[in-house]
């Protein structure tokens, strides 16, 4: 039976009222029902429903004359309405120009149809079924879902990297405190409960990265299970709603999780007062908390692999009157100590080579006794070369245009590749196959090994974020970071050989076995040829302010025996 309005202003129930202004003062009684919206309307709410281009259409019938089953039936017979946080109000539309969703008063008040473009949900709301927007709003929870699994596991790892090493202070400040007297007691227990400070501040830091990381994964599995049973049930409209939200939630989580990169931690080793041997009633600590950080620096940006034009700018002779008529001139390393000035290592000869790019021509020649392989720079005035079967690292002075040998540093194995950054050496080795890093003194800092990573590395490159090898064995270019560990490579290749870096981070290789020089991007994504035809390419250098390509070929070419490549690059 219809449903009759009670006649009273201030008892009766909800559907007495015009439910879009029922939060108004006076209340007005509600004459007519929108069958679309599932609304019930005063006079003033009727006439603005049939001027709104997204509900002229609507069915508007007396309020009296519609049944029971439409006139209090919900929209949602599974799941709670969702109420517009502003006015209380049932959720019913949704506005394109703000991406909003909005109850009626929104779309009276805030949302009018000249100013919005406003569409009554049930109405588009059809295809959200299995769509798109359904599977993307899904993995972008999943996303950041597990972007909060890595964060936790990360910050779980330093932490515990920290926590060991201040550890290990505690265990250093014991030894060098049993070396001195008594008097120490008491700054020994204010390092103490500095590292111990430091630990708890730690801790306390974890906490909350794992608070806030299980906050946000347990809200997204609850949206996500919503979801997934919304679009199984196939109930469109609240499926909808409970996208749009999803949609505001995922952007808030994605700041939270971006906001846990303020967090950072340090690592600590303890340093010595070393005249707190000798005056101690003047110093006030036993030493310092060297900190290094554990945060892993922001890779670089990808580097997109844009074409070159190239022009041979001709070529440079590097045999002198001292090479030995019989051999060709071998040349396996390079480096630019100044655009106008590049060093050589010619293997056959035995010799380091002062080559002037301007008057190209060798303007010195040290000889070594045997085998020089790769040489880099160490400072503007010095330089560093691997001198294979002596197992040694030649270091050699440049000063006034000449070269002058001067110490040696004993390394154990056959050397090949050689580079150097920010204070120290990357050595490629053979028999075994292995990666070094050393200080200047010779210090092994870090060592890669292993069969699955190496064969044949025969030539290193490095830069502050990265290290990449040449490996003629895996037909590879293997990138490590300064932890030693690998974080990419760069396959198909068939002998490649010497590697320079360019100005834009990305890495020439040539690939004797090939005929080609190859430009790969930094993160060893991507590549593109960008010389062939090539007599066998050695050793390469790149020179970014006169952007030419300077390389060596394969000696057994006979026109290219004693001379250097120049290309431009642009």
């Known amino acids: 039976m219809p449903k009759k309005v009670s006649s009273s202003l201030t008892m009766g129930s909800d559907e007495d009222y015009c439910q879009p202004c029922n939060h108004d003062s006076p209340r007005h009684p509600a ?16 006439i603005a429903n049939k001027r709104h281009t997204f509900s002229r259409n609507h069915t508007i019938q007396d309020k009296n004359s519609i049944p029971q089953s439409i006139s209090s039936a919900s929209a949602y017979p ?26 009626c008063r929104c779309v009276t008040h805030e949302h009018t149809g000249t100013l919005c473009k406003v569409d009554f949900i049930p109405h588009i709301s059809g295809q959200v079924i299995n769509s798109k927007e359904h599977q993307d709003i899904l993995k972008a929870m999943d996303n950041i879902a597990e972007q909060c699994r890595k964060k936790s596991e990360d910050v779980k790892k330093i932490t515990a990297k920290s926590n060991n090493s201040l550890t290990d202070v505690l265990a250093d400040i014991k030894k060098f405190r049993r070396e001195i007297n008594q008097r120490l007691d008491e700054l020994e227990r204010q390092a103490e409960d500095a590292a111990k400070t430091i630990q708890k501040e730690n801790d306390k830091n974890l906490k909350t990265v794992e608070t806030t990381c299980n906050d946000v994964t347990k809200s997204l599995k609850t949206s996500s299970d919503t979801i997934k049973h919304l679009n199984t049930s196939k109930l469109a409209e609240q499926l909808f709603i409970e996208l749009k939200i999803a949609e505001q939630m995922i952007k808030d989580y994605e700041k939270r999780v971006h906001d846990l990169e303020a967090y950072d931690v340090n690592e600590y080793n303890f340093k010595e007062n070393e005249a707190i041997s000798t005056l101690l009633d003047m110093e006030r600590s036993l030493g310092t908390f060297a900190e290094k950080s554990l945060k892993q620096p922001c890779p670089p940006p990808p580097v997109e692999i844009k074409s070159r034009q190239t022009s041979h700018q001709g070529e440079i002779c590097v045999q002198t009157s001292k090479d030995d008529d019989l051999l060709s001139s071998c040349i396996m390393g390079m480096t630019l100590l100044t655009p106008d000035l590049l060093i050589i290592t010619d293997f056959n000869d035995n010799a380091v080579k002062m080559v002037d790019t301007i008057s190209q021509s060798v303007t010195d020649q040290l000889q070594l006794e045997n085998d020089p392989w790769d040489v880099t720079s160490v400072t503007s005035t010095e330089l560093a070369v691997t001198v294979r079967n002596k197992q040694t690292i030649q270091f050699i002075s440049v000063s006034s245009n000449k070269l002058e040998k001067k110490q040696t540093l004993k390394v154990d194995g056959e050397c090949y590749g050689l580079s150097y950054c920010q204070g120290k050496l990357v050595v490629s080795f053979k028999n075994p196959a292995k990666l070094q890093i050393l200080d200047t003194n010779g210090t092994i800092l870090t060592t890669v090994k292993g069969e699955n990573i190496f064969s044949r590395p025969t030539c290193v490159t490095s830069n502050t974020n990265s290290i990449y090898v040449s490996d003629r064995g895996m037909k590879t270019i293997i990138r490590i970071n300064w932890q030693g560990e690998v974080i990419g490579s760069y396959g198909g290749m068939v002998l490649p050989g010497g590697t320079t870096l360019s ?4 890495v020439f290789v040539c690939d004797h076995g090939r005929k080609v020089i190859e430009e790969i991007a930094g993160d060893c ?10 007599n066998g390419p050695k050793a390469v250098c790149w020179c970014a302010e006169t952007c030419k390509l300077y390389f060596s070929c394969d000696p057994d070419q006979d026109e290219d025996d004693h001379f250097l490549q120049v290309f431009k690059l642009s």
């Open 31 to 46: 004459h007519d029902c929108c069958t679309e919206s599932r609304e019930h309307l005063c006079k003033t709410f009727t």
């Open 78 to 103: 599974t799941q709670p309405d969702k109420l517009c946080p502003k006015h209380k109000e049932v959720i019913r539309f949704y506005c394109h120009d703000h991406r909003a969703l909005l109850c």
């Open 525 to 534: 994504s991507t590549g593109k040829v960008v010389l062939k035809d090539l």
């Open 503 to 506: 100005d834009v981070g990305t």
